[in-house]
């Protein structure tokens, strides 16, 4: 079971705030899981509770629904890399799918289905390169209220403003090297590493999307006490371009 959430929900057009919303759920749910190893989950289950969306900064980008959702899940959970912080050899996937029952601004039921999955090998001693792939669809139902799913920001095309993309379909493919640098003092954390990586999808029906979005992206990645920081940009197609740096997973 969960209690209520609160949390704000930006939306940018490059650098640019376009809207800032106010997302509160209030809600429980209950599931049942299976392990089917020390490194795989699947888990079945119902979600139930009142949404509540306010615009709080900036224009309606989007609509501001408020009322039930409520959905029956089936998630499956793979991981095996060998490190949570920089992993440097390993696979994992996330696979979600999901039939709503109601949802605030939509009329109907809809199916939802996610899938994250990505690998990562070494090539040589300092040296990894990795693929991570994204998709998710709700096939074919655009009644769904809020958009389903998100694009833009650290990981998910990084010269794109925050959630810039929005769509109900979407792809996006991340090609990436990453090289041993150095270790920091004991105190500071572990190691330090360089990263490049190629970016490219598609958020189907967003407005003012190109054919086929994608980026590059370079930065440092610092193993700390806090959990791997990364600094860094990206230059991306039809003049996006950002620098910035995040705290939290790397892959």
Do not use: C, M
């Given at each position: 079971m969960?209690?209520?959430?609160?949390?704000?929900?930006?939306?940018?057009?490059?650098?640019?705030?376009?809207?800032?919303?106010?997302?509160?759920?209030?809600?429980?749910?209950?599931d049942l899981g299976y392990a089917i190893n020390r490194f795989s989950e699947v888990r079945i289950g119902y979600d139930?509770?009142?949404?509540?969306?306010?615009?709080?900064?900036?224009?309606?980008v989007l609509p501001t629904p408020s009322?039930?959702?409520?959905?029956?899940?089936i998630r499956y959970d793979l991981d095996r890399l060998d490190s949570p912080v920089v992993p440097r050899r390993g696979e994992a996937a996330q696979f979600l799918a999901q039939w709503s029952d109601a949802n605030p601004g939509s009329t109907r039921a809809f199916p939802r289905s996610e899938l994250h999955a990505g690998i990562i090998r070494p090539i040589s001693k300092p040296a990894s390169v990795y693929l991570q792939v994204f998709g998710g669809s709700t096939f074919g139902h655009n009644d769904t209220g809020l958009p389903q799913f998100f694009l833009g920001g650290p990981g998910r095309l990084g010269a794109y403003g925050t959630n810039e993309l929005r769509a109900n379909q979407y792809?996006?493919?991340?090609?990436?090297?990453?090289?041993?640098?150095?270790?920091?003092?004991?105190?500071?954390?572990?190691?330090?590493?360089?990263?490049?990586a190629y970016e490219m999808g598609k958020a189907y029906g967003s407005?003012?999307?190109?054919?086929?979005?994608?980026?590059?992206?370079?930065?440092?990645?610092?193993?700390?006490?806090?959990?791997?920081?990364?600094?860094?940009?990206?230059?991306?197609?039809?003049?996006?371009?950002?620098?910035?740096?995040?705290?939290?997973?790397?892959?």
């Open positions: 969960s209690g209520p959430t609160a949390g704000p929900f930006d939306l940018y057009d490059r650098s640019r705030q376009l809207a800032e919303y106010r997302i509160r759920q209030y809600g429980g749910g209950f139930l509770g009142y949404l509540q969306t306010a615009l709080r900064v900036g224009d309606p009322g039930r959702a409520g959905g029956t899940s792809w996006l493919i991340r090609l990436g090297y990453l090289h041993e640098l150095f270790r920091l003092p004991t105190l500071l954390g572990n190691r330090v590493y360089v990263t490049s407005p003012g999307a190109s054919r086929l979005p994608n980026d590059g992206a370079v930065g440092f990645v610092a193993e700390t006490f806090a959990g791997p920081l990364f600094v860094g940009g990206s230059i991306g197609d039809t003049g996006h371009r950002k620098l910035y740096f995040t705290l939290g997973r790397f892959f």
